[in-house]
């Protein structure tokens, strides 16, 4: 029996209801399901999920503001969210990434990649888990405390989304070397992640800006991807 609780949020009870039946029939058994927005943060005062399944269009509180509150509360900022939506549009995308959303499934969707997503999604935020506290990246002026999900520069934390954290951090680990965009989405979303490399292009001009005058840290290697500069000692 997996031991994970799951907050399912969808209006359609028939999805509703079909997801909550594949993840028991997997072994899921500390599941939730309720129909809006307002009952999920409710919901989450008592039942603190390890996974959200979210639509992103409900009655009332929409999905994308209650990923937004959530993501925007300490106690919640680090519960992973799979966004469910009929939408497919590269902007949708964009923002519920933008706004925190660790994956992103349109709807119509197989049980099976319902469920390979959430065990992707599970794993690694089991993998992070792992890391200690004191397994720090520094470079220059730039540290990186995975274990904390920490980024400090010039001493100051950094504000950054869930994706903007991971992207930093799979650059600084190894400043020189180049990443395509497909590599990035592959090392921090996984393989089957649905996201355009338009995706990823935002995620960088939003990382650089949050850099400030060390965003050119962050180089654009024309055609292939991007690299974290080697030019300083770290």
């Known amino acids: 029996m997996a031991k994970e609780k799951i907050l399912i949020v969808e209006d359609e009870e028939d999805i509703r209801e079909l997801v909550k039946y594949n993840l028991e029939r997997e072994g899921f058994t500390e599941l939730r399901a309720v129909e809006t927005g307002e009952e999920a943060m409710t919901a989450i005062k008592t039942f603190i999920p390890d996974l959200i399944l979210l639509d992103l269009m409900l009655p009332g509180i929409d999905g994308l503001t209650v990923c937004r509150k959530l993501k925007n509360q300490e106690k919640t900022e680090n519960i992973p969210i799979i ?52 397994d720090v990246v520094r470079r220059g002026n730039l540290v990186i405390t995975p274990g904390k999900r920490e980024a400090l520069l010039d001493n100051q934390p950094l504000e950054l989304t869930f994706s903007e954290f991971e992207i930093l951090l799979l650059l600084a680990r190894r400043p020189g070397w180049v990443f395509t965009r497909n590599q990035i989405v592959n090392e921090v979303k996984g393989s089957d992640y649905p996201v355009t490399e338009r995706a990823i292009d935002v995620q960088i001009v939003g990382l650089r800006k949050k850099l400030g005058a060390d965003g050119k840290k962050i180089e654009t290697i024309r055609g292939v991807g991007y690299r974290f500069i080697n030019d300083f000692n770290g």
């Open 83 to 134: 966004m469910l939506t009929a939408k497919s549009e590269e902007s949708d995308i964009v923002v519920g990434l933008e706004m925190g959303a660790d994956d992103y499934i349109t709807k119509p969707f197989s049980h099976k990649v319902l469920l390979a997503r959430v065990r992707s999604v599970l794993r690694r935020v089991q993998t992070k888990e792992k890391l200690e506290p004191g």
